[in-house]
């Protein structure tokens, strides 16, 4: 059963443009969410995060916004860079799941120069 | 953060051989866990690996296929046995804090299983 879904595996975008990936979860317990990156031929990274009692949060260029009710998350990326190009992961987790991380498949960004 | 390195980064292998992938961690930690990325698919999380004690397998993965070792705080290996194609997947290491409920993975190794 998969609690974490990323229904769009990929997405282009022009550079200078927003990039908005999006994330759909089921279970209401999870008290963190995340969102990492990947590149070809490494581990994925960690980008930005956001606890389940916010609704939005902001680090340069990304912010991520979360609407409880839907149960869905976004990440905003704003301006687009080619260097964004990349395989972006959702995540979540919380003591009440018994802290072990779900993820979603994946959405691979490409940014257009 | 951690910084964590895996090797082989990939390897092409036989059926019915095993490969072994080490992680070796940059600080000492208490858990380690271990990530299989089939094509297409998320990351799913195999097992935990404890210091001092076993490893804790999640559902669909047994010891006999993913043997795990945990000499000490800051390296673990897993090995995948009796290789055949459908094993053919990333297998991540991490580590997480889960204070700031962070993972932090290594690089990878690529797994193909002919």
């Known amino acids: 059963d998969q609690q974490v879904k990323q229904n769009s595996p990929s997405l282009s975008v022009q550079e200078g443009r927003i990039s908005i990936l999006n994330c759909d979860y089921t279970?209401?317990?999870?008290?963190?969410f995340l969102w990492y990156k990947k590149y070809p031929a490494e581990g994925p990274t960690f980008l930005i995060s956001?606890?389940?009692?916010?609704d939005k949060n902001e680090d340069g260029r990304f912010t991520v916004f979360l609407n409880k009710s839907a149960k869905h998350l976004s990440l905003h990326i704003v301006p687009s860079q080619p260097g964004d190009s990349a395989v972006y992961f959702c995540?979540?987790?919380?003591?009440?799941?018994?802290?072990?991380?779900?993820f979603g498949t994946g959405t691979s960004l490409t940014v257009i120069p | 953060s951690a910084v964590i390195s895996q090797k082989p980064s990939r390897d092409i292998c036989q059926r019915g051989t095993s490969l072994t992938i080490q992680c070796q961690v940059d600080?000492?930690?208490?858990?380690m866990f271990w990530y299989r990325q089939q094509p297409g698919q998320s990351l799913t999380l195999i097992a935990t690996?404890?210091?001092?004690?076993?490893?804790?397998?999640e559902s669909g993965f047994v010891i006999d296929k993913f043997p795990i070792s945990r000499p000490n705080l800051t390296f673990s290996t897993l090995t995948v046995s009796n290789l055949s194609p459908e094993d053919s997947s990333i297998y991540l290491c991490s580590v997480g804090s889960f204070g700031t409920g962070e993972l932090f993975f290594g690089e990878g190794s690529r797994l193909t299983v002919l």
């Open positions: 279970n209401s317990m999870f008290d963190y």
């Open positions: 690996a404890n210091q001092g004690s076993e490893a804790t397998y």
């Open positions: 600080s000492q930690v208490t858990m």
């Open positions: 995540a979540a987790v919380g003591p009440r799941t018994g802290n072990q991380f779900y």
């Open positions: 956001i606890s389940s009692i916010k």
